[in-house]
């Protein structure tokens, strides 16, 4: 006699059964479903990875930064000392200049060229001896590393704001269309253009460099500035006077010219016309850039020409220093008044 299949005959046992099947069904859809979130672990986890390296670059970034003023710091300290080494050797050089003098008598267009230039810069050293004390400058020298460092980061944090969110949107939407992607990296390249001017702006302030004097016709420094730089068709451009050749640094004059157009450009609202005069006296030569524009607010004419002052919402405020500065080794003068606006140049005719 042959027995039937205990579990056929046995409900408890066909029970136990089709549970066991059951969960193993059950035991292999959680292994699916454990696989999946571990899948999506290591996609969160890829994207934590991520922002932790784009967080180190940002921070590297600001590093630099912070470096670069500290850098800044370090070159006011060291043209502090070249200025202290100067004021000792103003007599040495005087010396220098007389000797010069009777050794090339023989050549006199070298004679007279090179006492130009030594006349230059006497007129420039002594007047540095006469302005500064070792107090000012000290002094000084702070007041311009605290403005340094609070304008620097205050004009950094706007391009660099924009830049970084520019970059994200970039970076966490792949899909975007090429109009948008367009537009966030013009953004890009904006706010690195303006980091880069202003750090051109900070580097030529803090960086004296010695004159290349040359003979140079003035119209032909006038003419590459005006060349030099973007006029709006709204504003018209008339010269007056004569031209007359200058022992100069083209190169540096023509920025001071530049700039001293640009801000005329700037205050001409709509409308306007800017007059460059040349005017030639006994001992001077004069350059006035007059322009119809609204002018200097009252109160803040004798403010234009310190580090770090603007009247503009952009800008380094470092413009006008600069041109002062150019100008003063020239052994000139730039001065301005208002009603109507006019900044003058006057520079030694001999």
């Given amino acids: 006699m042959v027995l039937d299949n ?55 970034q600001l590093q ?14 060291e043209k502090n000392d070249k200025l202290e080494s100067d004021i000792k050797l103003v007599k040495n050089e005087k010396s220098r200049y ?5 050794r090339l008598k023989t050549d006199l267009g070298k004679v007279i060229k ?56 970039l970076c966490n939407n792949p899909n975007l269309n090429v109009l948008e992607k367009i537009k966030h ?3 890009i390249d904006a706010s690195i253009s303006a980091m880069v001017r202003i750090i051109k702006d900070v580097l030529e302030f803090v960086r004296i460099s ?9 119209d032909d420094v006038i ?52 007059r460059i005069k040349t005017i030639i006296t006994s ?7 007059e322009d119809s524009g609204v002018g200097v607010p009252p109160g803040d004419e004798s403010k234009i020409f310190d580090p770090m002052f603007t009247t503009k919402s952009f800008g380094s405020g470092l413009g006008l220093t600069i041109s002062k500065m150019i100008v003063d080794q020239h052994g000139g003068k730039i001065v301005y008044r208002n009603m109507p606006s006019v900044f003058s140049v006057f520079l030694p005719k001999h």
Wanted: some cysteine.
């Fill in 6 to 60: 205990p579990s056929e005959q046995d409900p408890v046992m066909r029970d136990l059964s089709e549970i066991t099947v059951n969960a193993l069904k059950d035991l292999e859809l959680a292994r699916k479903d454990l696989q999946e979130n571990d899948l999506h672990m290591k996609e969160m986890n890829k994207l934590a990875n991520e922002r932790v390296d784009e967080m180190s670059r940002v921070n590297q």
């Fill in 64 to 77: 630099t930064k912070i470096s670069f003023v500290e850098n800044v710091a370090n070159t006011i300290r």
């Fill in 98 to 102: 007389l000797q010069l003098n009777d």
């Fill in 114 to 169: 090179k006492e130009k230039e030594l006349s230059v810069k006497q007129i420039f050293l002594e007047r540095k001896i006469e302005t500064q004390t070792d107090d000012l400058k000290r002094t000084e020298k702070i007041s311009i590393i605290g403005q340094f460092t609070s304008r620097l980061a205050h004009d950094m944090r706007n391009p660099l704001s924009r830049l970084k969110m520019s970059h994200e949107i």
């Fill in 185 to 187: 990296q013009q953004r």
């Fill in 210 to 218: 010695d004159l290349q004097m040359n003979e140079t016709l003035l």
């Fill in 223 to 274: 003419s590459s500035s005006i060349e030099g730089i973007d006029i709006p068709s709204s504003v018209k451009i008339e010269r007056i006077g004569e031209s007359i050749n200058i022992l100069c640094d083209s190169r540096k004059l023509e920025a001071v010219f530049s700039n001293l157009l640009t801000n005329a450009i700037d205050a001409i609202e709509k409308n306007g016309k800017i």
């Fill in 283 to 289: 001992n001077n030569i004069v350059i006035q850039f």
